[in-house]
């Protein structure tokens, strides 16, 4: 052990280190492509990807793929869905088509769409990517970049076989954290901390009377317009008669009584699929702020607090939601829900104006409704509008055979509000996962692929762009 000393600003700080041994890691495979992360972007990309005709592997730090959708619990893929909606098409659509096949998906209460059975996705991912031929190592969390001058050429893991390498012509970082681009040294941005989303953990209750429950809902039915009596929320003014499945009373109640105390405004939200069984499953109902998910020390705090104010949560529905009386805690998402860290400079970076816009570009990898759901903006896709998602916002500048999928694509705040929801991110991940393959097929980088090949294998797989 040695000391070393670094200026932090006015301070002067002691920082120990550990030099550790120089030590030779063994590499454990090769691949065309190699996507790390499998949250609907890394999943779309890995199976877009082997169906374009390229070897892939895909490397997931959990025990299940899904990400936000199974590791957290966020079931609503697409909540935003309305009669006039102009979605994706593409492998998007097939999250909740093989969900619904599989018997792991129930009508959406807000839309018209299907709330995806976190559990059973499980699943449903498991039997995906088998049949597209992907290869998946599950609890392997990537630690470094393999970087020759410009080029990645693959990545350090480490998972309980030690530490080794896979190495790979092309890789895609769908981590949600841009991971793999900050081990490479490539220009991220990261949104203050003080200005971050919420991070959230989810929970589902067993024991609720489901008509009891919805008959309170009809009782006291709210709208989108609801929202900003406890949320700072600027909607487009279409959204604010729509009904939305929030609940606001109880907690209210619950602050008045003691049961939360009363300067605690985190606790407060919606909830989705209650089972004929009684199961209310994604109950996201805790909104906590300045939590950084790319902090160690934030993620073990979230979690704690987030589990203490969920325990809280369910206390005032059973004293106040009629039908939750007898309810019970059946699960946490396996981790905290986190909305908001890196995001990686681009070709091209989105903008706000693109996203309320119907922004247009010649190298579409999809379309992707206007749909904004962030930093005190709400806007719901109930008039046709709808943008391009740009294969620039894909490419990070500085490094070479990296490609980027998932709400850590290159953007600006209000623009992240949209591509950071999942059904956006299977439209990042799809392009990512067939501009790999077509770039390896025609032997140059990504950067260098002609968009006309693209395109071409993307309207293959059914992918509109236009």
Not at 2 to 15: E, K, P
Not at 41 to 62: C, K, N
Not at 182 to 207: D, I, Q, Y
Request: with cysteine; glycine share 12%.
């Amino acid at each position: 052990m040695h000391l070393a000393a670094s200026f932090l600003g006015a301070d002067f700080m002691i920082v120990k280190e550990i030099r550790e041994p120089s030590r030779l890691t063994p590499v454990i495979a090769e691949t065309d492509v190699l996507v790390a992360g499998s949250g609907p972007g890394g999943l779309a990309a890995a199976i877009s990807s082997a169906r374009a005709g390229v070897h892939t592997l895909l490397v997931e730090r959990y025990g299940c793929l899904g990400g936000n959708l199974t590791h957290v619990g966020v079931e609503g893929i697409g909540w935003y869905r309305h009669e006039r909606t102009v979605d994706v098409e593409g492998i998007g659509i097939e999250f909740e088509q093989r969900a619904k096949a599989f018997g792991a998906a129930s009508p959406e209460p807000q839309s018209l769409s299907h709330a995806i059975n976190a559990e059973m996705f499980k699943i449903v991912a498991d039997n995906w990517v088998k049949e597209a031929g992907v290869e998946v190592l599950l609890h392997t969390l990537a630690v470094g970049a393999i970087r020759e001058g410009n080029a990645l050429t693959g990545i350090i893991i480490e998972s309980k076989s030690g530490r080794q390498a896979i190495l790979a012509k092309r890789i895609i970082d769908a981590t949600g954290d841009a991971d793999i681009a900050a081990f490479c040294g490539v220009p991220c941005r990261k949104t203050p901390k003080e200005e971050m989303l919420a991070v959230t953990v989810m929970f589902s209750c067993s024991g609720a009377d489901r008509a009891r429950f919805l008959d309170y809902v009809k009782a006291n039915p709210k709208k989108y317009r609801d929202w900003g009596k406890n949320w700072e929320i600027q909607t487009g003014g279409k959204e604010d008669e729509l009904f939305s499945p929030y609940l606001e009373e109880p907690f209210d109640k619950a602050r008045e009584a003691g049961i939360i105390p009363p300067s605690l405004k985190s606790i407060g939200g919606t909830w989705s699929a209650i089972s004929d069984s009684g199961e209310a499953t994604y109950l996201n109902m805790v909104h906590m702020l300045e939590y950084d998910g790319t902090n160690v020390r934030d993620l073990t705090r979230g979690e704690i607090e987030g589990r203490r104010q969920a325990m809280l949560a369910i206390k005032a529905l059973q004293y106040f939601a009629p039908g939750f009386e007898q309810a019970a805690l059946r699960n946490f998402g396996m981790t905290i829900g986190i909305r908001d860290t890196r995001k990686i400079l681009g070709r091209y970076n989105l903008t706000e104006r693109d996203v309320r816009e119907q922004a247009r570009f010649g190298d579409s990898i999809g379309i992707f409704p206007e749909f904004l759901d962030g930093y005190g903006v709400l806007v719901l896709p109930t008039t046709g509008r709808y943008f391009h998602v740009p294969y620039g916002a894909l490419v990070p500048l500085g490094i070479d055979n990296l490609l980027i999928a998932g709400r850590c694509v290159a953007g600006d705040k209000i623009s992240h509000a949209a591509v950071r929801n999942m059904m956006c991110c299977t439209v990042t991940g799809q392009g990512a996962g067939v501009a790999a393959a077509v770039s390896v097929k025609k032997g140059v980088s990504p950067a260098e692929a002609a968009i006309g090949d693209i395109q071409a294998e993307l309207k293959n797989q059914g992918v509109r762009l236009r």
